[in-house]
Protein backbone atom coordinates (compact mmCIF):
# COMPACT_ATOMS: atom_id res chain seq x y z
CA UNK A 1 0.00 0.00 0.00
CA UNK A 2 0.98 3.61 -0.41
CA UNK A 3 -0.26 6.91 1.02
CA UNK A 4 -2.95 9.01 -0.15
CA UNK A 5 -1.39 10.19 -3.96
CA UNK A 6 -1.52 13.73 -3.52
CA UNK A 7 0.44 15.84 -5.60
CA UNK A 8 0.75 18.45 -3.00
CA UNK A 9 1.21 16.34 -0.34
CA UNK A 10 4.13 14.63 -2.21
CA UNK A 11 5.78 17.25 -4.57
CA UNK A 12 9.48 15.37 -4.61
CA UNK A 13 7.24 12.51 -6.02
CA UNK A 14 4.91 13.75 -8.45
CA UNK A 15 6.30 13.17 -12.06
CA UNK A 16 6.50 9.73 -10.80
CA UNK A 17 2.52 10.25 -9.16
CA UNK A 18 1.29 11.10 -12.69
CA UNK A 19 3.16 8.56 -14.53
CA UNK A 20 1.40 6.00 -12.12
CA UNK A 21 -1.96 7.19 -12.14
CA UNK A 22 -1.51 7.39 -16.10
CA UNK A 23 -0.19 3.87 -15.94
CA UNK A 24 -3.34 2.83 -14.06
CA UNK A 25 -5.91 4.89 -16.65
CA UNK A 26 -4.08 3.49 -19.52
CA UNK A 27 -4.38 -0.19 -17.75
CA UNK A 28 -7.39 -0.61 -16.01
CA UNK A 29 -6.96 -4.64 -16.40
CA UNK A 30 -3.09 -4.31 -16.47
CA UNK A 31 -2.70 -3.30 -13.63
CA UNK A 32 -4.23 -6.22 -11.63
CA UNK A 33 -1.04 -8.54 -13.69
CA UNK A 34 1.87 -6.34 -12.74
CA UNK A 35 1.82 -3.41 -15.87
CA UNK A 36 2.91 -0.75 -13.80
CA UNK A 37 5.23 -2.84 -10.89
CA UNK A 38 8.15 -0.38 -12.26
CA UNK A 39 6.30 2.60 -11.36
CA UNK A 40 5.06 1.40 -8.42
CA UNK A 41 8.74 0.17 -7.15
CA UNK A 42 10.07 3.94 -8.01
CA UNK A 43 6.90 5.30 -6.28
CA UNK A 44 8.12 3.52 -2.76
CA UNK A 45 11.91 4.26 -3.08
CA UNK A 46 10.68 8.08 -3.61
CA UNK A 47 8.20 7.98 -0.93
CA UNK A 48 11.36 6.55 1.79
CA UNK A 49 13.80 9.20 0.58
CA UNK A 50 10.96 11.95 0.84
CA UNK A 51 10.07 10.51 4.18
CA UNK A 52 13.97 10.46 5.43
CA UNK A 53 14.12 13.92 4.41
CA UNK A 54 11.18 15.02 6.26
CA UNK A 55 12.72 12.65 9.17
CA UNK A 56 15.80 14.69 9.01
CA UNK A 57 14.74 18.34 9.16
CA UNK A 58 12.46 17.13 12.06
CA UNK A 59 15.06 16.15 13.44
CA UNK A 60 16.47 19.21 13.45
CA UNK A 61 14.08 21.14 14.36
CA UNK A 62 13.52 19.19 17.56
CA UNK A 63 17.02 19.80 18.72
CA UNK A 64 16.66 23.38 17.91
CA UNK A 65 12.85 23.61 20.09
CA UNK A 66 15.02 21.45 23.03
CA UNK A 67 18.00 24.19 22.99
CA UNK A 68 15.54 27.04 22.84
CA UNK A 69 13.97 25.13 25.83
CA UNK A 70 16.56 24.12 28.11
CA UNK A 71 18.08 27.85 27.56
CA UNK A 72 14.37 29.32 29.16
CA UNK A 73 14.64 26.65 31.95
CA UNK A 74 18.20 27.64 32.66
CA UNK A 75 17.41 31.90 32.37
CA UNK A 76 13.84 30.93 35.25
CA UNK A 77 15.99 28.76 37.35
CA UNK A 78 18.35 31.42 37.35
CA UNK A 79 15.73 34.55 37.82
CA UNK A 80 14.29 32.17 41.04
CA UNK A 81 17.62 32.13 42.35
CA UNK A 82 18.36 35.69 42.08
CA UNK A 83 15.47 36.42 44.01
Not at 17 to 33: M, R, S, V
Not at 52 to 67: C, G, I, L, Q, T
Request: aromatic share 8%.
Amino acid sequence: MHPPLTLHRHPMCAEIIELFQKCHNDHPYGKFFGECTDLKIKLDKCFRQEKAVKRKANFEESKKFKERLQASRKETAETENIM
